[in-house]
């Protein structure tokens, strides 16, 4: 079944998810207005978008199969499937830290110098990491790149958040309850929640905030660093704040960073069946020249025989990251594939943002994906006008390929550095 997840590792437990779907995403044919809705169904939504329309359906109770088999026989719907959902019952982190200095020499992703990438018992091995002091001395970010963190939302009052958020200047010197700038949201200051339907995209569970400070945290002295110190996170929140969401929910949330203006699309969730609907949405984000950089998840499977999604969708604007531990080796946690996996990044013991001006170490594919958007986030700022196909392949051909990786993914670690030099394998 589809299973849609926070993407982050539970430490020393296995995760319990439920599996369940909401109704029935129908995709209407091109050109075709409306359908014939059967008596056994209720319409619970339509959604227009660049790249098609569709609707959310549910059945009556007991008339399920023979509702959809209707709906299946209509001529101007092309398909139905399942609007899938899930909730991740608990996560489980190292310790929640205050800040009052720099906590940098704890952020071993960005500088390993081998004794602060560890584990309880052993040490961690200097280097490995994504190479970003080296990085900063070429580029450390641009206020016009827009990284669009589809998660759980972002804490936009957290201080090391601040500075670096997209903000819509219009919404937010506009009149309240008016859609000022016209791209169909009311008040969107800082993004949208489709979670709640509403234009605050505030975070309650701190996942989002977690990735959106791996991206971009500021470098103001205090606190964490971000990959970018320069750049603008755009909240766009489809988990509630227990960490549940649906297809549809993500279908919302990519159409929103493509009319708004995301150069990445950074996507910490995933798994589960296949679904055409969401397949589409990336597709337009593609065709918008947008990066969608996927966690690969954390259930140690191959993904190349059990796919997951959206990582696994077959899209040339998909990049799927695996999570390396501080010696460079594949997190224990990690999904792995020599075809479908492109890149690894540091993702045990991550520190970053989380809700309430806190700092917290979460472990998880979630935490290499930000990793990754925001390594690209330096390459879109070094060199302006790249598109996003030659911006994947320099990401790949500069990764660093030790033997540990070198039999889990297509290539190998991430290197801010040489990819911003051009360096190749």
């Not at 500021?218 to 755009?234: C, D, E, I, P, T």
Request: glycine share 10%; aromatic share 8%; proline share 2%.
């Amino acid at each position: 079944m589809k299973r849609i997840f926070v993407a982050a590792a539970l430490v020393f437990a296995t995760p319990v998810l439920a599996q369940n779907f909401n109704g029935y995403i129908v995709k209407l044919k091109n050109n075709a207005e409306s359908f014939s809705l059967p008596k056994s169904m209720s319409a619970v939504e339509t959604l227009s978008t660049s790249f098609g329309t569709y609707a959310v359906v549910q059945p009556a109770e007991g008339l399920e199969q023979e509702s959809v088999e209707m709906l299946k026989n209509d001529s101007n719907i092309e398909y139905v499937e399942k609007n899938w959902i899930v909730t991740l019952d608990n996560e489980v982190t190292s310790e929640v830290m205050t800040s009052t200095d720099s906590m940098y020499s704890k952020q071993w992703g960005l500088k390993n110098t081998g004794t602060n990438s560890g584990g309880w018992f052993s040490s961690g091995k200097a280097g490995e990491d994504v190479n970003a002091e080296r990085a900063w001395e070429i580029q450390k970010g641009n206020k016009d790149i827009v990284v669009a963190v589809i998660d759980t939302g972002i804490d936009y009052r957290h201080p090391d958040l601040q500075a670096n958020l997209w903000v819509n200047e219009a919404e937010k010197n506009g009149e309240p309850g008016v859609d000022d700038d016209g791209n169909g949201f009311v008040d969107d200051v800082y993004g949208y929640d489709f979670a709640n339907n509403d234009a605050d995209p505030i975070d309650g569970h701190s996942h989002g905030t977690h990735c959106a400070g791996v991206i971009g945290a500021a470098h103001n002295g205090q606190g964490v660093m971000g990959v970018m110190s320069k750049v603008k996170l755009m909240g766009i929140k489809f988990l509630s704040d227990s960490g549940s969401g649906e297809t549809i929910g993500a279908i919302k949330s990519i159409e929103y960073a493509i009319k708004n203006g995301a150069n990445i699309m950074s996507n910490s969730w995933g798994g589960g069946e296949r679904s055409e609907a969401l397949k589409e949405a990336i597709v337009a984000a593609k065709d918008a020249g947008i990066l969608f950089v996927a966690a690969a998840g954390n259930e140690s499977n191959n993904n190349d025989s059990r796919p997951t999604y959206p990582a696994s969708y077959d899209v040339e604007n998909v990049i799927t990251v695996g999570a390396m531990d501080g010696k460079g080796n594949k997190a224990s946690f990690s999904n792995y594939g020599k075809e479908s996996v492109h890149v690894f990044a540091p993702g045990v013991n991550i520190l970053s943002t989380v809700k309430n001006g806190g700092y917290q170490k979460m472990s998880g594919t979630s935490m290499a994906t930000p990793m990754v958007s925001g390594v690209l986030g330096l390459l879109l700022s070094q060199e302006e006008g790249i598109n996003f196909s030659d911006a994947k392949t320099r990401l790949m051909e500069s990764t660093v390929r030790n033997s540990s990786l070198s039999k889990f993914s297509i290539d190998g670690r991430v290197d801010a550095f040489r990819m911003l030099r051009g360096e190749r394998n």
